[in-house]
């Protein structure tokens, strides 16, 4: 899984820990991506990797699985 978003293009970014004695390391920082199915084109899904910000805006559009019900639960009228 990448760590950068399909959609806004967010990706790793680095940067130092401080210490208290101001030790400067380097580290990472990785953005929240989550694997999701998307809606395109209105009824094609597609997996992408897609930050939670994008995701919480409404840039993309979550795909929703049908759930069918079991047979005995189909009631006839």
């Known amino acids: ?43 094609r899904t597609i997996h992408a990797n897609v930050c939670t910000r994008c995701l919480r805006s409404g840039y993309v559009q979550r795909a929703v699985r049908e759930v069918k019900a079991p047979v005995d639960a189909v009631v006839e009228a």
């Open 1 to 43: 899984m990448g760590k950068f978003c399909q959609v806004c293009g967010k990706g790793l970014m680095s940067g130092h820990n401080v210490s208290h004695s101001n030790r400067k390391t380097n580290r990472t920082w990785a953005p929240n991506v989550q694997k999701v199915r998307i809606v395109l084109d209105g009824d």
